[in-house]
């Protein structure tokens, strides 16, 4: 299964006029990835990163491992699936947003994972690129999506729960599920 069986590419224009690309992640926008996961701050990586690493591991591996972590990102295309908002054109772009999801074993469960750049949040690049990711997953036949949230990241927690997820509270973080 491949996600470009299931998503093409498509621009939207969002409520401030900007114009942007939704499209499944290549292989080749390794370098623009991770210039991506570089530029983004402390808090956000905090928000995004809270149950996995804590902000000192994420600043080591920025600065000495973030080519591998990047890889980690991008290489596993059995496991994860992954659109990217972009603005810009084909040869000159920069990934504004990245939204992935990782299927169970037996495809029917999916984690969400969303991330928008500081610059670009609050004008619905969140919410197009959950949509789309939605969408994707309905046509794959999957009964239930979930997700974990900071619970100080506020932005998050409001996109979310407009698109219907039903809200669990764990001690760090709030858990966010739906059926399809």
């Known amino acids: 299964m491949n996600v470009v069986d299931y998503f093409k590419p498509r621009k939207i224009v969002l409520k401030n006029g900007l114009e942007i690309l939704i499209r499944p992640l290549k292989y080749t926008d390794k370098k623009e990835l991770l210039k991506f996961y570089s530029e983004l701050s402390d808090d956000s990586r905090v928000k995004l990163f809270q149950n996995y690493r804590s902000l000192e591991a994420w600043r080591t591996m920025r600065i000495k491992k973030a080519e591998v972590y990047t890889d ?12 990217l908002a972009l603005v810009g054109d084909k040869k000159n772009f920069k990934i504004i947003g990245d939204g992935r ?47 974990y949230i ?18 669990e509270d764990l001690e760090e973080v709030y858990l966010f599920w739906r059926r399809i």
Do not use: P, Q, W
């Not at 100080?152 to 809200?167: P, Q, T, V, Y």
């Open 72 to 83: 980690g990102l991008i290489v596993d295309f059995k496991k994860s699936y992954s659109l």
């Open 101 to 147: 999801f990782f299927l169970d074993k037996n495809n029917m469960k999916a984690e969400l994972y969303l991330v928008v750049h500081e610059n670009y949040r609050h004008i619905g690049v969140g919410g197009t690129l959950l949509e789309a990711m939605l969408e994707i997953l309905k046509k794959l036949k999957v009964e239930e999506v979930y997700c």
């Open 150 to 167: 900071s619970k100080d990241n506020e932005a998050m927690l409001k996109l979310i729960e407009k698109h219907g997820f039903n809200r």
